[in-house]
């Protein structure tokens, strides 16, 4: 959609599902965290807030964090936990202090939770915001949903170096495809280098893959070993690309539990952008193909265990674990898969790709 010019705006399928599926890891993460991290407490971030509503839809990230926060699985741990909420533009920024203030009024809220709104853009003032509230001392969750070329690579190689810490990132391919000729600052700020650049060269089936997979590349390199990335597609076909990056593989099973939860979303479904057929899956029938050829691709290569195979579909796929062994099995089903050695364990279960006649 076009970025808005006014304080409030409707509320598009990408939002609603990227809202739900904040939701379903925040509910997961806060308790978590504020178990873990009593002594120095837990900071969500939000670089690009919003005003806290939609002209269609009350929800809003800046809400979601607040309603979590206040869970009782939370608070009963006496864990200071910090809110810091960043609005470039004047209208929403009050906009939406008022609303939290409305909403989630200080006197009633607990005392060791600490809400803040800056107006401002995120680059200028995340590391001071964050530092004022103390939230330098412990993890972080940055949620940098902005208009998909708004996020500085600086902002996510900050968070990455504070301990188990981790960013939702919104990314915007086609921004970077049309503009790799001329408009180039936003790319220089969004990979921290000029190597996107190279995108104007490739050819046009070679240009989402290219940035998505440089983009990813750079998470890495800013210090999260697990990323997942997904495709939000709605009914018109539009898409929208979100990074997820951590320092831990459980937040990997959380996240994806989330994700395989989001059923539909006023029509939207996920897919896997480095799945080269671009099969999007539903969550009520899924499909499971891409993971079957993966699995084929890998047995071509060597001998996996299942322990392997499972392991690679959490951090290589848009699958779950639990997904694998039901794709082995009819995989063996089909002979195009054989169990070369068994036991009690996943680890000891090892397949190997069958000979060709067997196909």
Same mark, same amino acid.
């Given at each position: 959609?076009?970025?808005?010019?006014?304080?409030?705006? *409707?509320?598009?399928?990408?939002?609603?599902?990227?809202?739900?599926?904040?939701?379903?890891?925040?509910?997961? #993460?806060?308790?978590?965290?504020? +178990? /873990?991290?009593? !002594?120095?407490?837990? &900071?969500?971030?939000?670089?690009?807030?919003?005003?806290?509503?939609? &002209?269609?839809?009350?929800?809003?990230?800046?809400?979601?964090?607040?309603?979590?926060?206040?869970?009782? $699985?939370?608070?009963? #741990?006496?864990?200071?936990?910090?809110?810091?909420?960043?609005?470039?533009?004047?209208? +929403?920024?009050?906009?939406?202090?008022?609303?939290?203030?409305?909403?989630?009024?200080?006197?009633?809220?607990?005392?060791?939770?600490?809400?803040? @709104?800056?107006?401002?853009?995120?680059? !200028?003032?995340?590391?001071?915001?964050?530092?004022?509230?103390?939230?330098?001392?412990?993890? @972080?969750?940055?949620?940098?949903?902005?208009?998909?070329?708004?996020? !500085?690579?600086?902002?996510?190689?900050?968070?990455?170096?504070?301990?188990?810490? =981790? @960013?939702?990132?919104?990314? *915007?391919?086609?921004?970077?495809?049309?503009?790799?000729?001329? =408009? /180039?600052?936003?790319?220089?700020?969004?990979?921290?280098?000029?190597? #996107?650049? +190279?995108?104007?060269?490739?050819?046009?089936?070679?240009?989402?893959?290219?940035?998505?997979?440089?983009?990813? /590349?750079?998470?890495?390199?800013?210090?999260?070993?697990?990323? %997942? &990335?997904?495709?939000?597609?709605? $009914?018109?076909?539009?898409?929208?690309?979100?990074?997820?990056?951590?320092?831990?593989?459980?937040?990997?099973?959380?996240?994806?539990?989330?994700?395989?939860?989001?059923?539909?979303?006023?029509?939207?479904?996920?897919?896997?952008?480095?799945?080269?057929?671009?099969?999007?899956?539903?969550?009520?029938?899924?499909?499971?193909?891409?993971?079957?050829?993966?699995?084929?691709?890998?047995?071509? $290569?060597?001998?996996?265990?299942?322990?392997?195979?499972? $392991?690679?579909? %959490?951090? =290589?796929?848009?699958?779950?674990?639990?997904?694998?062994?039901?794709?082995?099995?009819?995989?063996?089903? /089909?002979?195009?898969?054989?169990?070369?050695?068994?036991?009690?364990?996943?680890?000891? +279960?090892?397949?190997?790709?069958?000979?060709?006649?067997?196909?």
């Amino acid at each position: 959609m076009a970025v808005p010019t006014g304080i409030l705006w *409707e509320r598009d399928p990408h939002t609603a599902a990227k809202h739900t599926l904040l939701r379903r890891y925040m509910q997961a #993460w806060f308790p978590i965290m504020a +178990r /873990q991290f009593h !002594d120095v407490g837990i &900071t969500f971030f939000d670089g690009f807030a919003g005003p806290g509503e939609y &002209t269609n839809a009350q929800d809003s990230s800046p809400a979601i964090a607040v309603e979590q926060a206040l869970r009782s $699985e939370v608070t009963r #741990w006496g864990t200071q936990t910090r809110l810091v909420f960043i609005e470039d533009h004047r209208g +929403r920024a009050e906009h939406l202090e008022k609303l939290l203030d409305a909403q989630f009024p200080l006197p009633s809220s607990p005392s060791d939770l600490v809400m803040r @709104v800056h107006r401002g853009k995120c680059g !200028d003032l995340f590391e001071q915001a964050i530092a004022e509230v103390g939230g330098w001392a412990g993890p @972080v969750f940055a949620n940098l949903d902005g208009w998909g070329v708004d996020t !500085d690579y600086e902002i996510v190689r900050r968070i990455a170096q504070q301990q188990s810490s =981790e @960013v939702l990132v919104t990314f *915007e391919d086609q921004f970077f495809i049309r503009f790799a000729d001329g =408009e /180039q600052e936003a790319g220089e700020r969004v990979f921290g280098h000029s190597d #996107w650049r +190279r995108v104007s060269q490739l050819p046009t089936d070679e240009k989402k893959s290219f940035l998505l997979g440089l983009y990813r /590349q750079g998470l890495h390199s800013a210090g999260f070993p697990y990323v %997942l &990335t997904f495709e939000m597609i709605d $009914e018109g076909g539009h898409s929208l690309h979100l990074f997820f990056g951590t320092t831990n593989k459980v937040a990997v099973e959380k996240f994806k539990d989330g994700l395989w939860e989001v059923d539909g979303v006023s029509g939207q479904r996920f897919r896997d952008p480095r799945d080269p057929n671009q099969m999007s899956f539903d969550i009520l029938h899924p499909d499971f193909t891409p993971l079957e050829i993966r699995i084929l691709k890998l047995l071509g $290569e060597r001998d996996h265990s299942m322990a392997e195979l499972r $392991e690679d579909a %959490l951090l =290589e796929t848009i699958y779950k674990r639990a997904h694998v062994k039901p794709a082995v099995d009819r995989l063996l089903a /089909q002979h195009k898969v054989v169990q070369v050695r068994t036991g009690r364990s996943y680890a000891d +279960r090892v397949f190997s790709l069958a000979d060709e006649q067997l196909f």
